[in-house]
C-alpha cells in the first residue's frame, strides 16, 4: 500500500496546527501550576524549546493565550451544545443528556482546575474572568435560552422568560455536587453525576413543565 504524501502546505499548515495545541498544552498546565501572574510568555517559550518571537507568531498576548486555554477546554461541549440542544427530539431526555454531559465535563479535574484559577486570580486579573465567562456559562446560557425559546413556542414548558429558565438550570447543574468536587470534597463520581441529572431535570420541569410533557 503506498503511503499518501499530503503537500507541502497541507503539511504546513498540520504542523502549525500541532505546534499551536502543544503550546495551549503548555500555557494550560503553567497557568494552573503558576498562576497566571506567575506564567510569563518567556517561560512558555523556554519550555516549549523555541524562541519568544515563534511564539509570538501564534499569540501576540498572555490574554490571547489564555483565550486559546479557555476556547481548548470548552471545545468538546460546545459541538455537543450544536447538536444535543435539539428542539424537535424530546425534551425531557434532551434535558437529561445535557445534565449528564454538563456534571461530566465541568468535573473533569483539568476542568477544575481551570475554575479553581479563574476564581483565584480574577480579582487580581479581571480578564481572566471576563473570558472565562463569555466562553463558558454566557455561551452555554445562550444555547439553552435559544433552546427553551422554541419549547416554549411549541407548548411543552410554560411561557416565561427563557433566560431565566436556562439560568436557573445551570445554577442547578454547578451547585451541591459540582461545588464539593470543585472544593476538593469529594472525586468525580459517574454515577453521582447521573442521579444529579435525573434530580435536576425532575426538579426543573416540576418547575417548566406543561401538562404535554
Known amino acids: 500500500m503506498i503511503e499518501k504524501k499530503l503537500p507541502p502546505s497541507s503539511r504546513r499548515e498540520q504542523n502549525k496546527a500541532e505546534r499551536r495545541a502543544a503550546i495551549v498544552e503548555i500555557a494550560s498546565r503553567c497557568f494552573r501550576e503558576i498562576g497566571y501572574g506567575g506564567t510569563t510568555m518567556s517561560a512558555i517559550a523556554q519550555e516549549m524549546g523555541g524562541s519568544k518571537g515563534t511564539l509570538w507568531s501564534y499569540f501576540s498576548t498572555k490574554e490571547e493565550l489564555l483565550a486559546a486555554v479557555i476556547d481548548s477546554a470548552t471545545a468538546a461541549f460546545h459541538s455537543f451544545l450544536a447538536t444535543a440542544l435539539d428542539p424537535e427530539k424530546d425534551i425531557r431526555a434532551v434535558l437529561t443528556s445535557f445534565c449528564e454531559t454538563m456534571f461530566e ?31 463558558a456559562p454566557a455561551f452555554n446560557q445562550a444555547a ?40 476538593g470534597l469529594e472525586p468525580q463520581n459517574k454515577a453521582i453525576e447521573q442521579r444529579e441529572a435525573a434530580r435536576v431535570v425532575k426538579q426543573f420541569l416540576r418547575c417548566y413543565a406543561s401538562e404535554k410533557v
Open 105 to 135: 465535563r465541568i468535573s473533569r479535574p483539568e476542568a477544575i482546575g481551570l475554575q479553581r484559577l479563574v476564581i483565584s486570580q480574577a480579582e487580581r486579573f479581571p480578564e481572566i474572568g471576563r473570558l472565562f465567562y463569555e466562553r
Open 144 to 183: 439553552l435560552t435559544q433552546f427553551f425559546s422554541r419549547h416554549m413556542e411549541k407548548g411543552n414548558i410554560r411561557p416565561d422568560d427563557p433566560s431565566d429558565a436556562s439560568r436557573m438550570l445551570l445554577d442547578m447543574c454547578t451547585a451541591g455536587y459540582h461545588d464539593r468536587v470543585l472544593y
